[in-house]
């Protein structure tokens, strides 16, 4: 089984602040890695797909990068609206695996 | 509008059954694969099963031989079967719309499922 390692844990940041969240995957899943975000009490929201493919209707501060078992997401420009836990998730295979997540939280 | 409700959840007994809906609106079930996804108190979220557009479906090691996931086209509508229910079980149930490749692309608010005597 795939598995994926999230860092750091927790992260605390200010408005404004270019944040970066790293995700590993114990083999190679090529780019089958989406992020999502999620907010207490409400259902996770897709950021990313493949890697790098932003979702429509997702702000353009957030981007991912990577390829392989190595992957990142990066907020460039912190909003109120982004303090949350975020997770990657890979697709490359059965059983599908999400990181232990990472919470943004405010400084 | 194009969305996923749960229903279902509520308290049961160690070694109780339940069963978890999800209807879908605004686009049919059985055109896309589904998936179920939990995430217990204070823990991170969890894959639980999935069932293909061809009917092929998969399990967590963890409830592989307790959970069977199905789906009934003409209510369009997809279902979790819980059985020998453990406290480990506990958690906000949610299904998520799949995309082809493997990603969720839409999420139902989510039902909370407490095991406990």
């Known amino acids: 089984d795939i598995q994926m390692t999230q860092s750091p844990s927790t992260l605390s940041a200010s408005v404004g602040d270019r944040v970066t969240i790293t995700c590993r995957a114990s083999q190679s899943i090529s780019s089958w890695l989406a992020w999502y975000q999620q907010k207490p009490g409400k259902a996770p929201n897709l950021l990313i797909y493949k890697a790098s493919s932003l979702e429509s209707g997702v702000p353009s501060r957030f981007s991912g990068s990577g390829s392989g078992t190595e992957f990142t997401l990066t907020i460039s420009s912190l909003q109120p609206d982004d303090f949350a836990t975020y997770y990657c998730q890979q697709y490359s295979g059965y059983p599908r695996a999400f990181g232990q997540g990472t919470k943004v939280e405010i400084k | 509008e194009v969305q996923l409700l749960e229903s279902g959840g509520g308290l049961v007994q160690p070694g109780g059954s339940l069963r978890l809906s999800c209807a879908a609106s605004?686009?049919?079930?059985?055109?896309?694969?589904m998936t179920w996804v939990r995430r217990a108190p204070g823990k991170g979220l969890e894959w639980v099963s999935a069932?293909?557009?061809?009917?092929?479906?998969y399990y967590a090691d963890s409830v592989k031989g307790r959970f069977t996931i199905s789906r009934d086209n003409s209510k369009n509508t997809l279902y979790l079967q819980m059985d020998s229910l453990s406290a480990e079980d506990t958690a906000v149930y949610y299904c998520?719309?799949?995309?082809?490749?493997?990603?969720?692309?839409?999420w139902g608010r989510g039902t909370l499922v407490t095991v406990s005597s």
């Open positions: 605004g686009f049919t079930v059985s055109t896309y694969a």
């Open positions: 069932i293909g557009r061809g009917g092929n479906t």
């Open positions: 998520a719309r799949t995309q082809p490749t493997g990603y969720f692309d839409l």
